[in-house]
């Protein structure tokens, strides 16, 4: 594996909620744009209800289309990023399905719609419907203290599995350490035990449920529980018992660095230099972090997420009870998913790549966002930046995130 940048290391898999930071970008740079409006999908039987005071979805007319592509390319400029896939798909308005920018830098091949990507924190979205289904039969239950699967954690006998998946467990976020930094930059892979031990030697930051602080080391727990209940690895439980049933094809949980073809290069930041961080080993991300998957995979994989189609109805429905975060007006995070402006999913930065899968269930709009950089610009995610550019067109009532103002962002 390569070594990671510290800048990079702290950047990666904290995307979430209540990071999402937006304000103008200022740079400059090229922009090939790639790929066409898709024909408009059947109008449904039935309309989910709009509120009264919202705009309705629009029609992904040509008009509407050209709107988004100088949206989009002025982002792509401004953000400096190589290159960027997006689609968004609304029942009875059609689909926009575009690419913009380039898949490698040295060669300045385009970017494509069917590659591969590395996406980071949206893991989280995976291992925690693992988790749920064992709810669902009865193995575990979501207010079990995780001190009952997980030997040796600081307040272990109070923190449940709830806390852990709606990060307000209190637990130090192991990607923070800096001896666990000093272990990265020398190229060194982990063991989940390993992470932990980085968390665990600094306590506990506050009680259970008292905060909403994002941390890595939640996740990792929750898949060491996973692995328990189960006896089969994390990697063989998500990709056979969540993605197999999801009908997803090209998503996957990986054993080690590899990365199916097509994918694009991806690029990080180390010191003001890019960086190709393409084969880095996500190892140090596993449970929080690791996966793959591409457009149409992550298109399906939001309606399921948000409706809650590999859950019992009443399980979905924990998911879904968000709570604020702080400082984003409308945004909350449930059990391992966000809900902002009314969006639901998850994000995900991983060295190298970004991503956004969200679902606006009122309108059954889905928004898919993917990147071949997780450079920040000034201090914020691209991918929000992309977000808010988009849903400025066709959801005014539900911006992404709906906040114009610099937040902390989560470690």
Known sequence: MNPIPVRVRRAALAAAAAALLIAPAGTAGAVFAHGATAAPTPTPTTTAPVAADDTPFPQLTPAVAAKLDAAIAKTL??????????????????????????????????????????????????????????????????????????????????????????????????????????????????????????????????????????SNTNLILLG????????????????????????????????????????PQGYTDDGGKSVDATDWDPSWAWAAGAMISDLEDLRSWAKTLATGTLLKPATQAQRLAVKPIGGIPGAGYGLGIFDVQGWIGHNGSLPGYESLTVYLPQERATMVVLLNTDSLVDGQEPSTLFGEAITSIVTPDHVYPGKKEPLTRPR
Not at 224 to 253: M, S, W, Y
């Open 224 to 263: 060491l529980v996973i692995e328990k209940i189960t006896g089969r690895p994390l990697r063989q439980v998500i990709n056979e018992d969540v993605v197999k049933p999801a009908g997803l094809r090209h998503t996957l949980f990986p054993t080690g660095a590899e990365y199916p073809r097509p994918h």
């Open 77 to 214: 400029r401004e953000t400096k990023v190589p290159g960027a896939v997006v689609g968004l798909w609304a029942p009875g308005k059609g689909s926009y399905v575009k690419t913009f920018g380039v898949s490698d830098k040295a060669t300045k091949a385009p970017m494509a719609t069917d590659m591969n990507f590395r996406i980071g924190s949206e893991t989280k979205t995976f291992t925690v419907t693992a988790l749920l289904q064992l709810v669902d039969q009865g193995k575990v239950g979501l207010d079990d203290p995780i001190g009952k699967y997980v030997a040796g954690v600081p307040n272990g006998d109070r923190i449940t599995l709830r806390e852990l998946a709606g990060m307000r467990s209190g637990l130090y976020n192991y990607s923070e350490d800096p001896d666990f930094d000093k272990a990265l930059l020398a190229g060194q892979t982990f063991t989940p035990q390993q992470l932990l031990d980085y968390s665990f030697k600094h306590g506990v930051q506050f009680a259970p449920d008292a905060e909403f602080e994002y």
